[in-house]
């Protein structure tokens, strides 16, 4: 069976740092990232990262968070800094998988981020 489960989120103050952590099983990974969704909002891309190690991430989050992967772990990471309230939402975990040839993706549960002092 194919999953992602992500775990990291909390409540932090701004200014301050979190890392997400997504662990993929069941499949073989390719591309792989964070998206986010706040209340009210449609969710949006966060940061994505190839296979090739070719990352791209949202203007307004370029600068403070940084995606990386572990291909040994099945696991992509994405470090949160000088964190602000706009940054409250749930962030998920999206991974696209191949199985028998035909490509797949697959989205967590997701995981909590609040930013509040």
């Known amino acids: 069976q194919v999953q992602v489960v992500e775990s990291g989120g909390g409540l932090v103050q701004p200014g301050g740092s979190l890392r997400l952590s997504c662990v993929a099983s069941?499949?073989?990974?390719?591309?792989m990232g964070w998206y986010r969704q706040a209340p009210g909002k449609q969710r949006e891309l966060v940061a994505t990262?190839?296979?090739?190690?070719?990352?791209n991430y949202a203007d307004s989050v370029k600068g403070r968070f940084t995606i990386s992967r572990d291909d040994a772990k099945n696991t992509v990471y994405l470090q949160m800094n000088s964190l602000k309230p706009e940054d409250t939402a749930v962030y998920y975990c999206?991974?696209?998988?191949?199985?028998?040839?035909?490509?797949?993706?697959?989205w967590g549960q997701g995981t909590q981020v609040t930013v509040s002092s």
């Open positions: 990262i190839s296979a090739g190690r070719s990352i």
């Open positions: 999206n991974a696209d998988y191949e199985i028998l040839g035909d490509f797949f993706d697959i």
């Open positions: 069941g499949g073989n990974f390719y591309a």
